[in-house]
């Protein structure tokens, strides 16, 4: 079971994780929603489509932009619509 961690605490756990780039994707439903917060960042993969960015929190710490999410991606990873993956420090543990 994959899990990604931060701050010591569990943001997101699955044995359903896609991996496209080295990345785990996490199903939306895996992941721990009072640490995430909406961001208004966003960022494009010639590919992938349009990312969209989530900040994380635990306790006082804050980490933005740290998990990202494609709403609508393009065909080619359709799989991972909606799924999250993590960076900035978060530990995502195969």
């Known amino acids: 079971m994959a899990k990604a961690i931060w ?5 997101a756990e699955s044995d359903d994780t896609k991996v496209v ?9 895996s ?3 009072e640490h995430f917060k ?3 960042h966003t960022t ?3 590919w992938k489509g349009t ?12 980490n933005k932009q740290a998990a990202w999410y494609y709403p609508e991606p393009k065909d080619a990873v359709a799989e991972i619509r ?3 993956a993590f ?3 978060v530990q995502v543990q195969p």
């Open 7 to 11: 701050q010591g605490t569990v943001l």
């Open 21 to 29: 780039e080295g990345n785990h994707y996490f199903p939306p439903d």
């Open 31 to 33: 992941i721990v929603r």
């Open 38 to 40: 909406p961001s208004d």
């Open 44 to 46: 494009v993969c010639g």
């Open 51 to 62: 990312a969209s960015y989530y900040d994380l929190s635990v306790g006082t710490e804050q």
């Open 82 to 84: 909606d799924y999250v």
């Open 87 to 89: 960076w900035k420090g």
